[in-house]
């Protein structure tokens, strides 16, 4: 379509601008979330407070989280960082499981085994665990990139911008083609996040692929 | 500011009349029964049939593919040129409904395939040893042992369909979300943080009603009180 | 093996997150707290959620980047409620405003009702930090419009026609219409009509839409909008002048004025008038045309840009 053409260059800067909002949060969330879920498994009385808990995060709605973000950690109304902070807790709240549960899926008798070769318990939890319990927690880290692509589009009511621009002005003006390029983004950036992180999971998991 | 949203929220005015709590909570409450309720029609028998056939399995990646679209634009999209053709008052909840639905199928499908997956091939033998047929062995083997997943699944659409529900405020429809959204017109924060902390209520008591159906449905052979720890299996298979 | 491994992993995932960086538009990067904008000349614009207001963003935009201004855009950040608190709080220093509207907004009592009157209380009522330039002549107000059929069916001409049907009218109005003077507060206090009962809560395209399936009977329609003479639309008359008079204005930081700034920005008020600015509107709204390349055909026109 002509209008996209057109409109290339604002297309990609607002893509660009998503990608960030979605995407830091994601590796931030990642990296908070993988100790937090391994406090839930070393320690089986912390599973159901820390699952309940960050499940509780996920509760909260995304709009009165954007908005009330200034309020908490003193920002600008119109600052992206609210977005950042808040995509985080999400991202958070949806991987804590997934880690507990990744890090739960590697079998006991390896751990064991892993112990009887000598291997200590951090050095163990990276080398032998962590890369194990990869798919399970790839599995999550999809369904929370493409999750996150999609409620970052919910902060162009709040003035923050990014694809949902083309979902607002779109509806605003009655305009068809503005609001469907703007979904066809949306879709297109959370595949290609999606590809990434099956991308990324298959060059750490080559086990996965030997036994073809 | 805690204080602003404590009084908001024991207000007696917000607990009366059409604009009330209670009656947005039950317009939610209902907005999400009935989206729960048509997705889980839609997905289960699919997922159901596709984890016992083994055939359709793009359907499944089709549904986790329906994850990467914005609800709010297929929600202003639906508004747009569904609701035009809708007349009555029904105009604005129908397409709201529609674009919920179509958010809850992808983890119900996949719950329920991935339950129907993980059901013990031992079990389906046995069951095909017993003399049972193909819709039986799905009846009374696959189903009760898939219910678990199946249930997780259905626990984590009703989270996004109470959450997303709120977004559909912006398109006119009734509910909690309308705290939010009309807070956030007229920037009345103690409003919106008092109806996201309902939000959160409701979601949360969701989600302890489906947990006691969950604990009422499943097998208690299926809850993992009896496992044995990590035993090897008769072929030498290590159990994931 | 493992360790090459992991240095790509980590490589990818370092080149991901400085893709998603340099692509970025703004500077996410920066920290919040500090002035908005890095030096003096720097402006940034807002807009509110409706395309008129963006519309004339793009206007000012133009005509300062013509004077060697640098420009930054912030648009569709949402209702007066909320980006007056991003002018106060310096996320953005100028937006496009309309004196009686905001007058009202400032001061429930405003009285003035001509247009001379209107700008002068607006400017006593303005915070210290704020400040309006030359007003326009060109105008945009709030109106209550109902469809052909429904004035001819309960024979509609003033606003307070409506009190004899208020039970079976559903308005299609923004949010903020309910809580605001120039709202549903104001036409019960002024005018004894009660339309909360079916209040359908809807803006933009969505309130024409609404109105043209029958699903509300009447809907906050701005002045200008294009819609109105589309669909035949019967504006209501308004003898008590509640929504009063509106003249575009712009709104701004004092501490941004500059004389470039506000001679540019005055020489634009001069020039727009209200046929001009529903003209430029219809353009953005029905042919859907961009509402930067509409403004600079507007700039270019009349020799501002």
Known sequence: MSWVLDHIGQILSLAGQHAYLAGVPLVIGLLLALPLGWLARRY???YPPLIVGTGLLYTIPSLALFILMPLVI????????????AMTIYTVALLVRTVADGLGSVPGVVNQAATAMGYKRMGRFFTVELPLAVPVIAAGLRVAAVSNVSIVSVASLVGVSQLGYFLTDGYQRGFATELVVGIASCIVLALLFDGLIVLVTRMMTPWQRAGR | MINNILRWLTDPAQWSGQDGIPTRALQHLEYSVVTLLVAALIAIPVGLLVGHTGRGRSLVSVANAMRAVPSLGLLFAISLWVGPKIHGSLAFVIPSIIVLVLLA???????TYAGIESVDPAARDAAKGMGMRGSEVLRVVELPCALPLLMSGLRSAALQVIATATIASSVSLGGLGRYLIDGLASSQYEVMAGGAVCVAALALLMDLVMAGLQRAVVSPGLTGKFKQSDPVASDGRIPA | MKRMNTVLVLTVVAAMLSLSACGGGSDPTKPAAG???SDKTTIIIGSADFPESTLIGEIYAGALEAKGVTVKKTFNIGSREVYLKALQDGSIDLIAEYTGSLSTFLNKKASAKDPAGVYAELKSELPAALT?????????????????????????????????HQNDIALAAPSEFKTRERGLVGLK?????????KFLPLKG???????????????NIFSTDPSIAENSFVVLDDPKALFGVDNVVPLITKAKVTQTISAALNAVSAKLDTPTLGDLLKQVVSDKKDPAVVAKEFLTKNGLG
């Open chain 1, 74 to 85: 003193g920002t600008r109304i119109l600052d992206p960082f609210n977005v950042v902070v």
């Open chain 1, 44 to 46: 089986p009385r912390l």
């Open chain 3, 35 to 37: 002035a908005g904008s």
């Open chain 3, 132 to 164: 309006v330039l030359d007003k326009s002549a060109a105008e945009d107000k709030d109106s209550i419009a109902v469809t052909k059929e429904t004035a001819a069916k309960w024979s509609l001409k003033t606003i307070p026609d409506l009190a004899a």
């Open chain 3, 205 to 219: 395209a969505a309130v024409v839409e609404a109105m043209k399936n029958g699903q509300a009977q009447a809907g």
């Open chain 3, 189 to 197: 206090a002024q005018y004894g009509v009660d339309l909360t009962g």
């Open chain 2, 105 to 111: 199928i992808p983890p119900i499908l996949s719950g």
